[in-house]
């Protein structure tokens, strides 16, 4: 049997919350984006699976994701690698506003988008508890093959690849498809697939554009990241030396990355 590897990809919402067909919130409840890409032996995005949590008047919880990860995981036969988190996964304990070396480091190198990066302590508890639980978590549940969680920022990302403003519309879901197509290109000749990855993302899911931010994270996580080019010089190899200053969860500490472009 053909054993596939797995990055997740993951986005907690922020203070949108979640409305039912009366328009009324549920406790404040984030729609969440999460993301399964399923790898093969040459690292080629091969499938592409996308989910809105929450797709009815359910509430979610952390876990209710780990399951959904688990179904896809369990289906493809795969292990999972990393994940890439549109969280703040860190803290400053000597910023007033809490923003980190890697905040600074966008700011000054995105200014056209510079108000994408909003200081720790100005984010909504989206932000700040639900994706490092979901990092804890993941570290707990893979560890065994879990190589890295990575700290994404699709925002900003989209802007350094397409020099385009993230404002959500499904053309960009198209662009997307588009980016993994040319990314699987870059390695080869499939062995045995068309290099457009097969697709499990519902209509309902393709509007929202935490799916697409939680998809673009486990892309972003694959590209950037040292899977492919072990030697590839990082952006957070520059500002390695700050970090002693950031409380990072002890269960995660050893997992965090920051694979900025």
């Not at 990809?9 to 406790?27: I, V």
Request: hydrophobic share 35%; aromatic share 12%.
């Amino acid at each position: 049997m053909t054993s596939y590897q797995a990055v997740l990809g993951y986005d907690p919402g922020g203070n949108s919350g979640y409305k039912n067909k009366d328009k009324r919130y549920l406790n404040n409840q984030s729609v969440q984006g999460a993301a399964v890409l399923i790898l093969d032996h040459k690292y080629r995005i091969v499938k592409v699976y996308g989910e809105r949590k929450p797709n009815n008047k359910k509430r979610v919880s952390v876990n209710d994701i780990m399951i959904w990860y688990d179904q896809i995981i369990n289906r493809e036969n795969a292990t999972v690698i990393a994940a890439g988190i549109d969280s703040c996964l860190s803290w400053n304990i000597h910023s007033e506003s809490g923003m980190r070396p890697m905040d600074d480091f966008l700011k000054r190198t995105y200014r056209d988008v510079e108000k994408s990066v909003i200081a720790p302590n100005y984010l909504n508890g989206s932000m700040l508890i639900q994706g490092i639980c979901m990092a804890i978590e993941i570290e707990r549940c893979y560890k065994k093959d879990l190589l890295f969680i990575n700290e994404t920022h699709p925002k900003i990302g989209y802007w350094a690849e397409l020099k385009k403003k993230h404002s959500y519309s499904t053309n960009m879901w198209w662009e997307l498809l588009g980016r993994i197509v040319q990314y699987n290109d870059s390695i080869g000749v499939a062995d045995f697939f068309d290099q457009t990855p097969y697709t499990d993302v519902s209509s309902a899911s393709r509007e929202s554009d935490d799916v697409w931010d939680a998809i673009y994270s486990a892309y972003f996580t694959v590209m950037y990241s040292r899977l492919i080019n072990p030697n590839r010089k990082l952006n957070n190899d520059l500002i390695s030396g700050h970090i002693q200053n950031l409380i990072i969860p002890q269960q995660i500490q050893t997992k965090i990355q920051y694979l900025w472009i």
